[in-house]
């Protein structure tokens, strides 16, 4: 069977949108790996775009997608991703349902470790004497193998050359790069609403809380510089075609999409 080239609509720098469905889009599921902005990017479409649903009816946001899931035609896929070189140190500080011994590695053995993640107390329903708790996760090791990823950003690809490919399974798709996201989230919000035939908004409410959840105010974490070394580890694990396909770069001190 030969497949068309996908029709994708590049509005902003950033933002891709592809729409194929014939009825208005209703609701709209994001997925995104950790640490990538999907809690911001999700709060923010849910403030300014009321004629939309946020759904999980195709799959928790962070996992793969079910290989029998199937997507309706007024449902919106939106993929999350952040530069990769950010996303690894903010992963390394905030390292979610990772095995303890993997969260207590200095960065440079963190990213150069196998991953294996762990129904923890920090999983809804999981509390103490759940029979899960404490055992890995296995929806989160290489689907193609069975076998755990051998790092981070191995998962991390993995998981976005997954949810890129999506669009063979659903009529509407949209890939974000959250650092353009973040510098525009306005012009963002309207971008993706004219591209996906959203009712688009009249005036912008700015998500302004620490994911969006209303507790503390958002305070942008500065980084340290990469080593040389670290960086290019990150680099070897990284797809340049996936990473692009976000406009984020794929080489360390390299611009956005480079």
Not at 35 to 41: D, E, K, M, P, Y
Not at 89 to 111: E, G, M, V
Request: proline share 7%.
């Amino acid at each position: 069977m030969t497949h068309s080239p996908i029709p994708w609509a590049e509005p902003l720098p950033g933002l891709r949108v592809v729409k194929r469905g014939d009825v208005p889009i209703s609701r709209v599921q994001i997925y995104g790996s950790r640490c990538s902005g999907t809690n911001l990017v999700t709060r923010t479409i849910e403030a300014n775009l009321p004629s939309v649903t946020m759904t999980e009816a195709f799959g928790f946001k962070h996992w793969f997608v079910p290989r029998q899931s199937v997507f309706m035609k007024d449902t919106l896929v939106v993929v999350v991703a952040r530069d990769a070189f950010d996303w690894v140190r903010s992963l390394h500080r905030q390292p979610w349902h990772a095995h303890p011994d993997l969260k207590a590695q200095p960065f440079d053995a963190f990213i150069r470790s196998d991953w294996h993640s762990y129904w923890d107390e920090h999983f809804g329903h999981v509390e103490p004497g759940h029979p899960m708790l404490g055992s890995e996760m296995l929806h989160e090791r290489d689907p193609e193998t069975g076998e755990r990823f051998a790092n981070c950003i191995a998962k991390r690809t993995a998981k976005l050359r997954h949810w890129t490919t999506l669009t063979g399974r659903a009529h509407n798709v949209a890939l974000v790069g959250y650092d353009a996201f973040a510098r525009d989230p306005a012009g963002f919000v309207t971008a993706l609403a004219d591209a996906a035939g959203i009712e688009a908004p009249t005036t912008f409410e700015a998500i302004t809380s620490y994911k969006g959840q209303g507790y503390e105010p958002y305070r942008p974490t500065r980084y340290a510089e990469l080593a040389a070394a670290d960086a290019g580890h990150i680099e070897a694990w990284l797809d340049p075609e996936v990473e692009a396909a976000f406009g984020l770069r794929a080489r360390y001190g390299a611009s956005p999409g480079g």
